[in-house]
């Protein structure tokens, strides 16, 4: 997705890239050997590193930037002298490139975040992957299991949220827009058969609507301003239905995750549906506490963005954060 592959990876951590200016402060901290092999693709002796024997139990991260690379329960001893792993922590935290800089080809392996250097991948590691991630242990730090590690090295304290407007495509995409979440999948949600498909769904044989799953960082934007931007982007007036759409897939409706979600979703409602907008009007809007989400299957993911097929009106996310035309402020007791 366009939010995930560029800001969050799929265990939860910030894989936005920096910038160079960003890597350049971060590098003044290493040492001439950590300097020479993360900023100019250097190796360190075979044999030398100070990981290559370490056995304790724990994670192996970026040592410029601290995004988390390989696990120690990956780790095997190649007997090549460098620190050797079979697969990295996740797949999102490492990128790859050919490199030919020493008369063959072989691929490198680079931080996904700050792009410093770590080594090379070769096709001669055991199972179950048949590869090894030959690593510096210059380009890395380990923490230990129960160690406190550096706030760069930990996930996101990252919500999710479940939103259904019509159509997934375009909710999807102006949630996508939104500053703050970091990342949007299509599904389906709330219905009553198990493993739902996309066939099934519009068949009105399982109940379940087509619904987005929200993940934000609550410390960028809040709960009240997604639904602030929810209710802009759809008519929540239109019964089962959101303009040609028509079926009850379609049904606008709010899936909460917590009680707090439960009581903001209905005091904003509530004041919208008290606001001169909607007068002589009512918000058909359902809402109730999430079930269990279904990924929809890859051809939904992304779709306005891989297609450019417009859908869901204009982007609300100018009007809801601009402070002087957000709406009161909807107040919940705790």
């Known amino acids: 997705m366009k939010n995930s592959i560029r800001t969050l990876s799929r265990s939860g951590y910030n894989t936005l890239p920096l910038s160079k200016e960003q890597v350049e402060i971060l590098a003044k901290k290493l040492t001439p050997e950590q300097y020479k092999v993360t900023q100019n693709a250097g190796t360190e002796p075979a044999f030398c590193g100070n990981l290559l024997d370490n056995k304790k139990a724990g994670v192996y991260c970026c040592v410029v930037c601290g995004l988390p690379l390989f696990p120690s329960e990956n780790k095997f001893n190649s007997g090549t002298g460098w620190p050797s792993f079979f697969a990295p922590f996740d797949k999102d935290h490492v990128n790859y490139k050919k490199d030919n800089d020493m008369g063959m080809e072989r691929i490198e392996i680079d931080c996904a975040r700050c792009r410093a250097h770590l080594g090379h991948v070769f096709k001669d590691g055991p199972n179950p992957t048949g590869l090894r991630y030959c690593l510096n242990s210059a380009a890395l730090v380990f923490y230990e299991n ?140 359902v809402i109730e506490p999430a079930k269990k989400f279904f990924v929809a299957e890859a051809y939904h993911q992304d779709y306005v963005e891989r297609t450019g097929r417009a859908c ?17 402020a909807v107040q919940v007791a705790p």
């Open 146 to 285: 129960g160690a406190a590690r550096s706030p760069e090295s930990l996930p996101l304290p990252l919500k999710s949220a479940y939103f259904a407007g019509g159509c997934f495509w375009g909710v999807e995409h102006w949630f996508q827009e939104c500053p703050g979440v970091a990342e949007v999948a299509s599904g389906y949600m709330n219905g009553s058969s198990d493993n739902p498909t996309y066939e099934e769904v519009c068949a009105h044989k399982s109940g379940h609507a087509e619904v987005v799953r929200v993940t934000f960082d609550p410390t960028k934007v809040s709960y009240q301003q997604l639904l602030d931007g929810f209710f802009r982007m759809h008519d929540p007036t239109q019964l089962d239905r959101q303009g040609p759409d028509v079926g009850d897939q379609y049904r606008s409706a709010v899936f909460t995750t917590d009680e707090q979600q439960l009581a903001e979703a209905k005091a904003f409602t509530a004041t919208l549906q008290a606001s001169p907008k909607f007068a002589g009007k009512k918000i058909v809007t």
């Open 312 to 328: 869901h009106g204009v982007n609300p996310w100018p009007a809801v954060f601009a402070e002087e035309k957000q709406m009161p």
